[in-house]
Every structure is written in C-alpha cells, then in structure tokens.
C-alpha cells in the first residue's frame, strides 16, 4: 500500500491539529502494547494443554505485537510527512 498524507491548507485541517490527532493514536498505540505486554503468556496458564501450547500462545502475542508496531511506525512516519508538508 502506497503512503498517502493529507494536504495541509487553508481550507483543512491545520498542521497542529493533524498532528494532534496522530499523537493521540501513537499514544493510545503505546498503551495498547504495554497492555499486551502484561497480558503476556504465562506457562502456568497453558501447560494443561500440552507442551507447544505455551509456544503457540506466545507466536501468537508476538504476532499481535509485530502488528501494533508497524501501526505505531506507520503513524509515525505520517506525523513526519506531516510536518514536512507543512513547512
């Protein structure tokens, strides 16, 4: 998928309030991963169902956390073109 980045003008949304809102999401995306981090897998909570199950959970969380990083970079990358575009 190709990058694309809102224009900033006069008619729009200002440069300040786009970056606004992509902080907000950076930083709801910050607090999802460190919620995901606490839930982390434990080996008391799987070892009933076998030794890989504590394995499948744990690719599974890392999986989620893969996924929640590239969001949080991605956004990242936008407030950059962002204030750039602004400048």
Known sequence: MSEITPTVHLNGTSRESLLYQVQ????????ATHALAEAWPHGRDY????????????AQFAEWSTQLRAVHDGLLALATRIWEAGR
Do not use: M
């Open 24 to 31: 907000g999401a950076v930083g709801a995306l910050d607090r």
């Open 47 to 58: 070892y009933p169902q076998g030794p890989e199950a504590l394995k499948a959970a744990e």
